[in-house]
Nanobody, 120 residues
Framework: QVQVVESGGGLVQPGGSLRLSCAFSGNRFSIDAMGWYRQAPGKQRELVATIMGGGSTNYSDSVKGRFTIARDSAGNAIYLQMNNLKAEDAAVYFC??????????????WGQGTQVTVAS
């Protein structure tokens, strides 16, 4: 199995910045893709940003130009740099790891989520 743990959420003023971290670990797997998703109260979980194993990235239109997803040099964590935060960015943010396991199955693993609050 793959363990996924998010951190870095908190309270920030509109226009401010936060950096979320997602650490993952496990045995006998390779990364197919990783991503950040978010869910606000009463709304569906939505894609924020993804990064493929080869390094290509994809962003939701609502965050493009403000958020950046990246993988650390050691390869065991991803980050979401969030700039110019808006009230509508407030949500619980979840990290997802899609892994190719030792038996060649693709499996998706989720973290527990980290709360981002945007308020004056």
């Amino acid at each position: 199995q793959v363990q996924v743990v998010e951190s870095g959420g908190g309270l920030v003023q509109p226009g401010g910045s936060l950096r979320l971290s997602c650490a993952f670990s496990g045995n006998r797997f390779s990364i197919d893709a990783m991503g950040w998703y978010r869910q606000a109260p009463g709304k569906q979980r939505e894609l924020v940003a993804t990064i493929m194993g080869g390094g290509s990235t994809n962003y939701s239109d609502s965050v493009k130009g403000r958020f950046t997803i990246a993988r650390d040099s050691a390869g065991n964590a991803i980050y979401l740099q969030m700039n110019n935060l808006k009230a509508e960015d407030a949500a619980v943010y979840f990290c997802n790891v899609r892994a190719r396991m030792w038996d060649y199955n693709l499996r998706s693993y989720w973290g527990q989520g980290t709360q981002v609050t945007v308020a004056s």
